[in-house]
């Protein structure tokens, strides 16, 4: 049932190895806001723990809608969203594969950026740090589930960059005001009572927008 | 007698205000191979992608071998070959063919890869990435992408744009290939002639609506030009 997923999660895969377009633009700009933060502000190690978790999901958010915009331009590139169209197998089919590509590519970029975030701001690595595997997993899935079939949207349109922010910010941030919540209990070493129902929240969010996207997905390649 | 492979019923599509087709009907046995002729923007466009249902009529109804177009059953009976590629630029062609068959569940897929590739003459660049080919050999990949399938009906919208000579042949040299196979093609073009040469019947598409629907056997070249301009000269009048 999953062929065309996979399919679709190969050649984004291949063409984004080849190229490196996307994770390098991500980096090189996740990296110019930690710098021109870092030499801006010159706060004392408690206010930079409070303002860390809120710059590292800026980075991780405005890279990644630099990802969703890509990820759907290459696609536009020779009429290939048509393609998509004629394909003989179900919308949702062709939604799990785009939203497996560009969630991989952000969680590779998150990988890359995240040890430089460590540097920059001089945090202290420790074991309660692995509790930011769910909390960057979770907050990035409802990111990319809600943005892939947004930039599905967008994609058709003249202004797509600004219409996909237009659309994709008010739905999306509950889960990213969450993540920087869920990140900055991590971060400071107070992960209180109230961390695992949060993350679980935003855990429900990713199901429901995953859902609805998968269902509706059918709907936006029609013409 | 046996079921059309298409069949289009008092098809109208209108995007809000303008109007791009207007109570179209006409029926394709298999095996026929149908051009529609038409000025730019008599709708011959907006009629394929209806057909191929990527798009949906605002009145009418088509059927694909007696269902609905956009069943996948009929999806992967049907092959599109347009002015837009449907390719990956930073693929090489093998890479773009071997993607198409997975999608399609093509069976035997390496060697069908060869076949077509060695059909279009493009086996000596298929470890080359499609963006270092030129127009004609692009246009030569879009063909045997859509040949992969062996699709049972084709549809093809100006497919002559922007090739050279070479290509051109290479492509008539092709759909005659697909007819003799008993293929069911549908074809637009502002290439009288070459309509002429390959179809069974024309079609003439002329302010969103059909103004002739003939035979190519009943008339001849010349005939259908005059018929054609005659007839758009009194489209365009109407």
Do not use: C
């Not at chain 1, 892939?148 to 922010?165: E, G, Y």
């Not at chain 2, 035997?108 to 080919?133: C, G, M, N, P, Q």
């Not at chain 2, 092709?174 to 073009?189: A, G, N, P, V």
């Amino acid at each position: 049932m999953m062929r065309t997923a996979i399919s679709i999660l190969q050649k984004d895969l291949r063409m984004e190895f080849r190229s490196k377009e996307s994770i390098l633009a991500m980096w090189i700009f996740s990296l110019l806001i930690f710098v021109i933060f870092n030499f801006t502000f010159e706060v004392s190690r408690l206010v930079m723990l409070e303002i860390a978790p809120g710059l590292l999901w800026v980075a991780f958010v405005f890279s990644g809608m630099f990802g969703l915009n890509q990820s759907f331009a290459l696609e536009k590139e020779n009429g290939n969203l048509r393609a998509m169209a004629l394909m003989p197998v179900d919308g949702g089919e062709i939604y799990v594969g785009k939203f497996f590509s560009v969630t991989l590519i952000m969680l590779m970029f998150e990988a890359l950026i995240f040890p430089i975030f460590i540097i920059f701001y001089d945090l202290q690595l420790s074991l309660g740090m692995f509790r930011l595997i769910p909390v960057l997993l979770a907050g990035t899935i409802g990111f990319t589930s809600l943005g892939t079939i947004l930039s599905a949207v967008a994609v058709h349109t003249r202004n797509q960059q600004i219409l996909l922010s237009l659309l994709l910010w008010p739905l999306v941030s509950p889960i990213i005001i969450w993540s920087v919540t869920l990140t900055g209990m991590i971060l400071s070493g107070e992960v209180t009572e109230a961390f695992y129902p949060l993350l679980l929240r935003v855990g429900a969010f990713d199901v429901i927008f995953f859902t609805l996207s998968y269902m509706l997905f059918d709907f936006i390649l029609e013409d | 007698m046996s079921v059309p492979a298409l069949e289009i019923l008092g098809v109208s599509k209108d995007f809000g205000r303008i109007i791009a087709l207007r109570d179209v009907s006409f029926s394709v046995m298999p095996g026929e191979f149908v051009s529609i002729l038409g000025r730019n923007g008599a709708g011959k466009t907006t009629l394929l992608n209806i057909v191929s249902g990527v798009s949906r009529p605002s009145e009418g109804k088509v059927n694909l071998f007696g269902t609905d177009p956009g069943d996948r059953e009929n999806k992967a009976k049907l092959a599109v070959i347009s002015h837009e590629m449907f390719l990956y630029g930073n693929l090489t062609a093998i890479e773009n063919l071997e993607y198409y068959s997975r999608v399609y569940n093509v069976p035997d897929a390496k060697k069908r890869i060869d076949t077509v590739l060695s059909d279009v003459e493009l086996t000596h660049r298929r470890f080359d990435l499609v963006a270092t080919y030129s127009r004609g050999m692009t246009q030569r990949l879009t063909i045997a992408r859509a040949l992969l399938h062996e699709p049972s009906l084709l549809l093809l919208d100006e497919p002559f744009t922007g090739l050279d000579q070479h290509a051109i042949g290479m492509l008539i040299e092709l759909l005659k290939k697909q007819k003799d196979m008993d293929r069911t093609i549908l074809l637009t073009t502002h290439d009288l002639h070459t309509a002429a040469e390959l179809s069974d019947r024309y079609v003439v598409l002329s302010k969103h609506k059909i103004i002739k629907d003939g035979y190519i056997a009943d008339t001849t070249p010349d005939a259908i030009r005059e018929k054609y301009f005659s007839a758009e000269s009194q489209g365009a009048e109407a």
